[in-house]
């Protein structure tokens, strides 16, 4: 990749990244809310910003981090976005328990709960496989790591697309949107579902 | 035998009357259940405190919660009855005591309390309110603003004989 691409590549994936939270960050809603209940919110866009670098990382498609150096800033990027996900769930639960066990029980009101519950549950899933990758056939790993991140990224949007919260409407559409194309896009090319028609 | 005339105006107003009848009979089982009593909502109870004091208003006011309390079956308004209202507003969070107040309803059933504006929590901007004094079945409600400009917010509580 020329020099000139790769900065202007950094320079996008850095605004794509910084704008949504910089608006979450000093959005009007904040002025009513505790430090934690401020935090869980944002340990919350935090997660959704780290789900579009992820894809990016895992099938080298940033320049300067071709798959193999990607995907160890991958596993670090896996870690903190699983300490996210705990963040954003644990700083809800002291703001307001009786609403998070509703969520974890999926008998929450809200629609865009059981969303993000799942989300968090296959992002649990897709990093414990990670953990157990030597002891797992290439063919359980891939599949399944594949699957699990397919279920976490939709969750993850339209958790986040239907919620009226800190995120402006505008970035948070435009993040979830990068996020969707980035998942795809590292799914066509990694393509894992070849797996399915090879018995390992 | 009398031979069956079937006429036009006999054809329109034997119709009419079976018609009658239908619209009649559709109703009637509706007419004797009568109104129907509310149900609590999903995750109305949340964060709600057992015995919060009537107030004038809550904290500084600025949004009107309003509604109306009736009895199940013929719908007759219920005066005298204490409905506590909470929420997340500018003021504090939904587990705050301060955020929490009672009102009673007057002779036509209706309710309207002041409290400060709410503000979008948990992903919707919402209220909850209780009615919990023991005559009637405890209700819980959790209505859903159409905007978070809104400075007013309705709900109507059916009850029935505990």
Known sequence: MPPAKAVLTWLALAAALAIPLAVAATSPLLEW???????????????????????????????GLPPRRGRRVHRWTGVALVLAVLLHVAGLWVTSPPDVIDALLFASPTPFTPWGVLAMWAVFAAALLAALRARLSPRTWRLGHTALIAIAVTGALVHALLIE???STLSKAALCLLTAAATAKAIADLRAWRMLRRRA | MTPILLTRRTLIATAGAALALGALGLRLPALAQGLAPTPSMRGGANNYRPGAPIVERIGN????????????GDGAP???????????????????????????????????????????????????????????????????MRSAKDTTLHADFVLQPA
Request: glycine letters at 12%.
């Open chain 2, 61 to 72: 006011g600025g949004f009107w919660m309003t509604g109306t309390v009736r009895r199940a």
């Open chain 1, 33 to 63: 809310r505790g430090p934690v209940y401020i935090a869980a919110g944002l340990a919350g866009v935090v997660a959704l910003a780290l789900m579009l670098l992820q894809p990016l990382l895992a099938a080298g498609l940033l320049p």
């Open chain 2, 78 to 144: 219920l005066p005298n009855q204490r409905i506590q209202v909470w929420a997340h507003t500018v003021e504090g969070h939904e587990r705050d005591p301060e955020s929490h107040g009672a009102t009673l309803t007057a002779a036509d059933g209706t309710f309207r309390l002041e409290m400060p504006q709410i503000v979008p929590a948990f992903g919707q901007p919402h209220a909850h309110l209780a009615y919990d004094s023991g005559d009637f079945a405890t209700v819980f409600l959790r209505p859903v």
């Open chain 1, 165 to 167: 919260g800190t995120m």
